[in-house]
């Protein structure tokens, strides 16, 4: 059983910076793309970004200039670099991999944008 474990989440005041990562614990093959959820308490889960195996990169317009995704294709591993946090950017974050055989995702880590 393939899992995607996240990290990089955390508390952090408003206009700093958080790197979040997720990793999966095996290859998996035929990756087509990878994003980054976020789910803020009584609210749906909502594409934050994603990125094709062509390295097309989408955002939600309300991270787009403060927000980049990226990945390591060979770690198996994608990247969402976060600055200018806002406090609605508060909410926990799940990253998700699709490939040919399904989708996967990982637990969620937390990141608290606060004073």
């Known amino acids: 059983q393939v899992q995607l474990v996240e990290s990089g989440g955390g508390l952090v005041q408003p206009g700093g910076s958080l790197r979040l990562s997720c990793a999966a614990s095996r290859s998996i093959i035929n990756i087509y793309a990878m994003g980054w959820y976020r789910q803020a308490p009584g609210k749906q889960r909502d594409l934050v970004a994603s990125i094709t195996s062509g390295d097309i990169t989408n955002y939600a317009d309300s991270v787009k200039g403060r927000f980049t995704i990226s990945r390591d294709n060979a770690k198996n591993t994608v990247y969402l670099q976060m600055n200018s946090l806002k406090p609605e950017d508060t909410a926990v974050y799940y990253c998700?991999?699709?490939?040919?055989?399904?989708?996967?995702w990982g637990q969620g880590t937390q990141v608290t944008v606060s004073s």
């Open positions: 998700k991999f699709a490939s040919t055989r399904g989708l996967y």
